[in-house]
């Protein structure tokens, strides 16, 4: 090859990359209808199913999995898997939810799926005791690492107000679209855990959030120019008291409910405000979400959402 | 025959036993966990009856097998000295050499005096298995790592992620040449003269040696076929074999049967007493060797004592604050538990899977140096794991239970108000409280919707999540303070998950 060859070639792989991005933003802007009534839906809040049943359904209204993982596309999925605890303890994304959402990607053509977390247990314990990484492989996942420095790039956020740089995990920067599955807890630091806290894990250094104001270095981070497709909101069991983490079984709630929005702020504004039902929680002290809003992430305003509830 | 046996059970063992050091992601099945537990030194240390009696019945009967076998830096130097014999230019031959017997007593004489006064450390120099453990770990396992960690880049590049990289930095530089110098010392007296390790300092050696004198299987040489050819004396690595006295010290044998199919003519058999009696050997040691190998024994004991005890200066002067009493691992009872029983084989160091064990400097005192201590830079102890006391042959990290391990408090947790970010920047953290499985850290209301962390140290486990994560530098906020001999924490109610039916959203 000489060098014009490989110039164009160059050329050609950077206009491809082109379009693939621009790819990615038409599904980030456009809007999601019902498939029957042709309604257009910001917010679906389902309770009284099983994970994947309410995930079914929620994705349905949505408008199916196929509005937002186009046929070849590389999916992440990332849970959140950060403690050595099994399901019933609430610390990690149910199991049977990850399962659901693979099988949609397949479904609509995703060409491979990743699933991983920068867990804060052993890394191993939290993958197999979690039950996530046997659900997401038998489901077709391809199940990452992410306990090294190694696995992760840096990427700079120019809209964040303390956090201009942090390394984000590679499956993220090199997928195509990408999914946020957090579930709902209680958390010691932030006050509440769930979409946008769920990007913790996806970066290396969180010491630093920790130092420099964690409420806004999480909003900070959310501002990375590669928006998760969908956040999917696990509620199937809430981890009410000594989150995120927990110690027995008396910290957590059965309430079996989800929430789904391509708005993370608006996921986790209707997610704070159903774990106030189980406790109070005032929705200003869980900061990084109004900080969120602030940054032109979403809307904390989700009664003037067009918002889909159902019982099941 | 004999020795085809002995050469496939050597090198099944000791691939085994070197394996299991370096794996670190569960190749081996759960029963390669039985090797460690064979080893002499430990099971001594560790009073296990059972391991103990089958040893001491096995060298009665057979003499020196677990030398030739069990023992991985035996089989080690027959790994070299046969490097050494096949990249020979000419021809390697082993010849007799008397009996180091003052020599050998006064290293096992030295090893049990240390012990006992509490200077384990120079026991665990000692003992071969806990020699050979050190080597496994810190020079055998970075290589392993080093080619994972480069499978795992190829790999990963090819999305493919079965195998991930490792932490693969150094844990202790003087446990790193202590490993180093035991490999150049043994290696090279393996490669010039065979199995001369073990017949003159190996404690091991020289106590089954008493027992093999009198074992009811030897090599024997029948005086009246033999025709003082030597060319027996030339295969035996431990040099035991006198033709022109027509002896063979036993002591010393490691029962390695290559001398058998050398002789010409038939004189020499593993088996029963013949009618004739072999004759006895005389002990003539050398003065001036002995000198010498004992003085080479104080120095090398002397220089690393010398230099560590620069190192505690530099160390505490550094530091504002250190931890006044190192954390033992969990199951060690106490730091005197350790230091009675543990001979720093770091199995438990490279099993572990939180990297939260390595070895001590002189935290623990001269006699403890290179025994296991937690330190929280790299991970930290995971509440529901016991690996560690799973696998210590020495029952020096005595055997835990899920249960007991949720209740033993090895430290206890210290918070400086006066740095923790929450009250130093008025922000959010709880990084501590988050890591806590007991919760002994808890986050409390403070102002402004602030939560503050708030420690109750009765039912802290000593695991040193809070510390590990702790984001002030360079001191930080939050830390665990050993207790020298291990405590119970209150246990953790264990309480049912509650069931809530809603009739609405909350939106």
């Known amino acids: 090859m000489d060098r014009r060859d490989f110039l164009k070639a160059a050329a050609v792989a950077g206009a491809a990359l082109t379009l693939k991005m621009n790819g990615g933003m038409d599904i980030m802007s456009q809007t999601v209808r019902n498939a029957q009534t042709g309604d257009s839906v910001d917010l679906v809040a389902v309770m009284g199913g099983e994970a994947d049943a309410m995930f079914q359904r929620a994705i349905a209204e949505m408008g199916g999995m196929g509005k937002f993982v186009k046929k070849g596309n590389k999916v992440a999925i990332k849970p959140n898997i950060g403690w050595d605890k099994s399901p019933e303890l609430a610390g990690n994304t149910n199991p049977k939810l990850i399962s659901a959402i693979t099988q949609a990607c397949f479904a609509a053509g995703a060409s491979e799926v990743t699933v991983f977390d920068h867990t804060c247990d052993d890394w191993v314990a939290c993958y197999k005791n979690s039950g996530i990484e046997a659900a997401a492989k038998a489901a077709g996942a391809k199940v990452m690492p992410a306990h090294e420095e190694t696995y992760y790039r840096e990427i700079s956020l120019p809209q964040g107000k303390k956090l201009k740089r942090s390394k984000v995990h590679g499956a993220i920067l090199d997928s195509d679209v990408w999914i946020n599955v957090p579930i709902l807890k209680h958390h010691g630091g932030a006050n509440l855990s769930i979409s946008m806290k769920n990007y913790m894990g996806l970066v290396w250094d969180r010491r630093i959030f920790h130092s420099t104001d964690l409420q806004q270095c999480i909003a900070d981070i959310c501002t990375m120019s590669k928006k998760p497709a969908l956040c999917i909101v696990d509620a199937y069991r809430v981890l009410k008291t000594n989150g995120p983490r927990g110690k027995s079984a008396s910290d957590v709630v059965l309430s079996k409910a989800l929430f789904m929005s391509q708005d993370m702020v608006a996921a986790d504004t209707s997610a704070a405000r159903f774990f106030n039902q189980i406790r109070e929680m005032p929705i200003e002290h869980v900061a990084h979400i109004a900080n969120g809003e602030s940054l032109k992430l979403g809307t904390m305003d989700i009664d003037k959402l067009n918002v889909k509830r159902i019982r099941m | ?507």
């Open chain 2, 1 to 507: 025959m004999l020795k085809t046996i002995r050469i496939i059970v050597s090198v099944l063992l000791f691939s085994t036993i070197t394996f299991y050091f370096l794996d670190f992601s569960g190749v081996l099945p759960r029963f390669a966990g039985i090797l460690p537990k064979l080893q002499f030194i430990p099971a001594l240390l560790g009073l296990s009856i059972v391991t103990l009696a089958v040893l001491l019945t096995l060298t009665l009967l057979f003499g020196r097998a677990y030398c030739s076998s069990i023992c991985p830096l035996g089989v080690f130097q027959d790994i070299i000295s046969w490097f050494a014999k096949k990249t020979a230019k000419k021809k390697k031959r082993f010849k007799f050499n008397k009996a180091k017997t003052v020599l050998r007593w006064s290293m096992l004489a030295l090893g049990m005096i240390a012990h006992q006064v509490g200077v384990t450390f120079l026991w665990g120099l000692l003992d071969p298995y806990s020699a050979f453990g050190r080597v496994a770990t810190h020079v055998f396992k970075p290589i392993y790592v080093a080619g994972n960690n480069l499978l795992a880049t190829i790999f990963t590049h090819f999305g493919n992620y079965t195998f991930y990289v490792i932490d693969n930095s150094i844990l202790s530089v003087s446990t790193l040449l202590i490993a180093l110098l035991t490999v150049a010392i043994v290696g090279l007296t393996a490669w010039k003269g065979g199995r001369t390790f073990c017949n003159t300092i190996c404690p091991v050696g020289t106590f089954l040696g008493l027992l093999s004198k009198v074992s009811l299987f030897k090599v024997r040489i029948d005086a009246d076929k033999c025709n003082r050819c030597s060319a027996c004396a030339a295969k035996c690595k431990s040099s035991c074999i006198d033709s022109a006295g027509q002896t063979v010290d036993n002591s010393r044998c490691v029962v390695c049967f290559n001398c058998l199919g050398s002789c010409k003519k038939d004189a020499l058999h593993f088996g029963l007493p013949a009618k004739k009696a072999a004759k006895t050997i005389t002990d003539e040691p050398d003065a001036s060797k002995r000198q010498f190998l004992a003085s080479a024994l104080v120095t090398a004991v002397a220089i690393p004592t010398a230099l560590a005890e620069d190192k505690t200066k530099f160390i505490s002067n550094k530091s504002a604050y250190t931890r006044q009493t190192p954390i033992s691992p969990p199951g060690s009872l106490s730091a005197e538990h350790l230091l009675k029983h543990c001979t720093s084989c770091h199995l438990c160091i490279s099993k572990c899977p939180t990297k939260v064990l390595k070895p001590a400097f002189m935290e623990y005192g001269i006699g403890g140096v290179m025994q296991p201590m937690m330190f929280f830079e790299k991970g930290f102890c995971n509440f529901d794991c016991t690996i560690c006391s799973d696998i210590c042959p020495n029952n020096a990290l005595v055997h835990l239970t899920e249960e007991q391990k949720h209740t033993t408090q090895m430290g206890r947790v210290v918070f400086n108000q006066d740095i923790c970010v929450v009250h130093t920047e008025g922000t959010n953290c709880g990084a501590c409280a988050e890591h806590c499985p007991t919760q002994a850290v808890t986050m409390v209301p403070y102002k402004d919707g602030l939560t503050a962390p708030q420690t109750n140290p009765d039912i802290c486990v000593g695991c040193g999540g809070c510390e590990f994560i702790c984001p002030v530098r360079p001191y930080r906020a939050i830390f665990v303070e050993g207790n020298r001999v291990h405590q119970t924490a209150e246990r953790i109610e264990e309480g049912k998950e509650q069931v809530l039916e809603f009739d609405d959203f909350g939106f």
